[in-house]
């Protein structure tokens, strides 16, 4: 069974901090990783993906992958409270089975 | 709106009852994926079509699921006998085949009662 994992949370960060949401997975021949954000009672949307080893980022957001330790990552800085949500790690294996984490909630203080 | 969309939003249904979904993924988007999403967990993959072959199904999806993706443009997901145990929260999405990110629906809220 191909696992993702994600610490539940809540993890709470006060305004402006820097978030640091973790994911590992236990497939290794694991290839495509995205982000996702789902608000309370709404469908996920996309954040960012991530293929490579190192660093990608986009505005705010930067995803990280270390495929040898089978992690993934996803920093946001100067967090506001709009970003709120459960954060989605998702995997994709081989063929098109994707497989997401069970989310981590992250809660901005202001 | 270009975005995927799901009918119905939400769908009330009495135990043994056949219910219905329909998505129409983004108009040039030819992977369409069928998810289902309990309260604290995340999306679960259920199938997957590339234009309008059924490429993969979950081995958890029972025999009482089908889907459908007639001349590759909206698709179908089809529940018979329903079992309070299938309320969720069903998730279409869909990409290009050059891409694998994946853009969701709203969604489709069933309740079994």
């Known amino acids: 069974q191909k696992e993702v994992e994600q610490n539940s949370g809540p993890l709470s960060v006060p305004e402006g901090a820097i978030a640091s949401l973790n994911c590992t997975y236990s497939d290794r021949v694991s290839q495509s990783f995205f982000w996702y954000r789902q608000y309370s009672g709404k469908s996920p949307e996309l954040i960012m993906s991530i293929y490579s080893n190192g660093d990608k980022e986009d505005g705010r957001f930067t995803a990280q992958l270390n495929k040898a330790s089978q992690y993934v990552s996803l920093l946001i800085r100067d967090s506001q409270p709009s970003d709120s949500a459960t954060y989605l790690c998702a995997v994709k294996g081989e063929g098109q089975n994707f497989v997401f984490g069970p989310g981590t909630r992250l809660s901005v203080l202001p | 709106d270009t975005g995927v969309s799901q009918d119905p939003r939400h769908k009330i249904t009495k135990r043994g009852q056949n219910v219905t979904f329909r998505c129409d993924p983004i108009s040039e988007h030819n992977r369409l994926y069928w998810y289902r999403q309990t309260l604290g967990q995340g999306p679960e993959f259920l199938t997957y079509?590339?234009?309008?072959?059924?490429?993969?199904k979950s081995r958890l999806l029972s025999d009482r699921f089908s889907a459908e993706r007639p001349k590759g443009s909206f698709s179908t997901l089809e529940i018979q006998r329903t079992e309070q145990g299938d309320s969720a929260m069903y998730l279409c999405?869909?990409?290009?085949?050059?891409?694998?990110?994946?853009?969701f629906g709203p969604g489709t809220r069933l309740t079994v009662t």
């Open positions: 999405a869909s990409s290009l085949v050059r891409s694998y990110e994946q853009y």
């Open positions: 079509f590339q234009n309008e072959a059924q490429l993969e």
